[in-house]
């Protein structure tokens, strides 16, 4: 079985799904969760 690798980032405002996206223009196989304690998360980046 391939084994995955995970970026857990905490908080999706500005900079967590700003690091989320350029960690998948790196590496696309990254399995990538983002963990946002508010009721939103930005979709800008
Ligand atoms: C009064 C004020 C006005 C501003 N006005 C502007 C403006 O007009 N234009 C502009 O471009 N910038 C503005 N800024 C700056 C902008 O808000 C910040 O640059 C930007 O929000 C920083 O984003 P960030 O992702 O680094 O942090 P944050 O926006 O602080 O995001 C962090 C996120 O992490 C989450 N979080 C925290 N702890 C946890 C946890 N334990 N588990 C899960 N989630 C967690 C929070 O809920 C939050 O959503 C302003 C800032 C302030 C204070």
């Known amino acids: ?9 905490v908080g999706g405002s500005a900079a967590g799904p700003s690091a ?4 998948k223009r790196v590496n696309r196989d990254l399995e990538v ?3 946002e304690k508010g009721d939103f998360v930005s979709y800008g980046a």
């Open 33 to 35: 969760m983002i963990f």
């Open 1 to 9: 079985m391939a084994k995955t690798t995970r970026l857990i980032i």
């Open 20 to 23: 989320a996206a350029k960690a």
